[in-house]
């Protein structure tokens, strides 16, 4: 057994497909060339590199977070090492894999158990209300009142991948948004994120998280997309709840940047505030300030604050444009069917997830 362990261990950080090669993996090449057209090389790049050292740090706590935990999960055709660990029942974690139900998340300790499991779950997407499709992509809204189970299971299984995130349980106050890619056999999850029904703080989103086998495709983009595209429909500003993580914090920065380039490369004029480019972007001034400051762009002169884009960052952005026009139609406003609810007072706020 430990020998076994050390094995897997031996090859861990990568994603594995389980199945043999089969035409769905000719597919899922062909998309993955299809992503890396969308996504700018140097988003990737940046990426790769926190990438390697949020792994890098992983490593070396690897005896600490992981001595006890579960050390792979099989998910659909996917085997995925595990980044932290989570509070799985104690006979799950003594195992050290979970086997998980891609469709409903129910966890699971043998493969047997899950194949019979599979043969009978009629599940074939997540539960609550499809408010989203354009193509194979859609967005599911998931009231964790409602779909408590479920939610539960998408936060036990998020946390193998989370390390600051504290809420499985209380799911009750919050709703999940979950993206999905359909083929033939089902609507498979990408990524999710959670967001409070009542925040007063207009945080618009609690947790987020692309699943591990679907990083570097795009999906975060469009997970924070969609996150302010419900804030502007909501007529309101919103922000990530922090502390965000490293990943997470290299993910808002860039698209903040791709946001704001866009907007100053369509102005006719010459003036802007940060307030309408916070009413038509959804992002709350706070962050765009940050991004402006960050990238150098907000010097005060006379007495004023002005906002400077450097030529060489508008030929960047030009070229990235012409380089792709999918880059920024990941989601389409248009596609979005949804009415934001009113869930009244704060009477179900909760501890921070
Ligand atoms: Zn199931």
């Not at 479920?150 to 504290?166: G, M």
């Not at 799911?171 to 979950?178: I, K, M, N, Q, T």
């Not at 309408?276 to 991004?291: F, R, V, W």
Request: glycine content about 6%.
């Amino acid at each position: 057994m430990e020998d076994e362990h050390q094995e897997k261990e031996g090859s861990q950080r990568q994603t594995r497909r389980s199945m043999a090669a089969t035409k769905e993996e000719e597919g899922t090449k062909t998309q993955e060339n299809e992503i890396e057209a969308i996504v700018p090389l140097e988003d990737r790049l940046l990426f790769e590199k926190v990438q390697k050292t949020v792994e890098e740090s992983l490593n070396k706590n690897k005896p600490k977070n992981l001595a006890h935990g579960i050390r792979l999960v099989h998910f659909g055709q996917y085997e995925i090492d595990t980044w932290y660990s989570s509070p799985y029942p104690s006979e799950i974690r003594q195992v050290g894999e979970v086997y998980v139900c891609e469709f409903c998340l129910k966890y699971m300790k043998s493969a047997t158990i899950l194949r019979r499991h599979t043969e009978k779950c009629p599940w074939r997407h997540p539960p609550g209300d499809e408010i989203y499709r354009k193509d194979k992509l859609s967005v599911f809204e998931v009231d964790g009142e409602i779909s408590s189970t479920y939610c539960q299971n998408l936060c036990l299984f998020a946390k193998l991948f989370l390390d600051h995130k504290t809420l499985y349980y209380e799911v009750e106050p919050f709703l999940f948004y979950v993206m999905t890619l359909a083929d033939c056999y089902g609507c498979h999850i990408v990524g999710y994120f959670s967001k409070e029904k009542v925040s007063f703080l207009n945080y618009n989103v609690s947790c987020i998280l692309v699943m591990p086998h679907c990083m570097r495709m795009g999906y975060g983009k469009a997970l924070i997309e969609f996150s302010y595209l419900l804030s502007r429909k909501e007529g309101k500003v919103g922000s990530p709840e922090r502390p965000l993580s490293d990943l997470g914090l290299i993910s808002y920065r860039s698209y903040w940047k791709g946001v704001l380039l866009r907007h100053l490369n369509s102005l006719e004029s010459g003036r802007v505030s940060i307030k309408e480019l916070s009413q038509k972007t959804g992002i709350m001034s706070n962050d765009l300030i940050s991004t402006l400051q960050y990238l150098g762009m907000l010097k005060y002169w006379k007495g004023k604050h002005i906002i400077i884009v450097p030529q060489e960052m508008r030929d960047e952005y030009a070229a990235k444009c012409k380089a792709n026009s999918k880059f920024n139609l990941l989601v389409d406003e248009s596609k979005l069917i949804w009415t934001p609810k009113n869930y009244g007072d704060n009477k179900n706020k909760s501890k921070v997830s």
